[in-house]
């Protein structure tokens, strides 16, 4: 089983910008594929960023061209680069590792809070 601890949420003006980290207790390589999800209160937990094994990166409509995905398999960590960050994206922001159906594969972490607000 691996263990994901998410860090780097906080307050931050409409427009402005977090970059969001992943850090997995081994190595991520073996699974298909590495999300950021999110779950704002009242919301089901949606995917908004996906990662394969060979880097081939997914987005919502809702993020695309303002979020960036990428990883350091050396590391063992993900990050979640948003730019030009919205009210809307304002919610608890969860990574998890993914099979190739892309359900994910771990247990939930505890998630690291974004809010969006002026």
């Known amino acids: 089983q691996v263990q994901l601890v998410e860090s780097g949420g906080g307050l931050v003006q409409p427009g402005g910008s977090l970059r969001l980290s992943c850090a997995a207790s081994?190595?991520?390589?073996?699974?298909?594929?590495v999300g950021w999800y999110r779950q704002a209160p009242g919301k089901q937990r949606d995917l908004v960023a996906s990662i394969t094994i060979d880097e081939d990166t997914d987005y919502a409509d809702s993020v695309k061209g303002r979020f960036t995905i990428s990883r350091d398999n050396a590391k063992n960590t993900v990050y979640l680069q948003m730019n030009s960050l919205k009210p809307e994206d304002t919610a608890l922001y969860y990574c998890?590792?993914?099979?190739?159906?892309?359900?994910?594969?771990?247990?939930w972490g505890q998630g690291t809070q974004v809010t969006v607000s002026s």
């Open positions: 998890n590792v993914l099979l190739t159906t892309f359900a994910p594969a771990a247990s």
């Open positions: 081994r190595s991520i390589f073996s699974f298909y594929a």
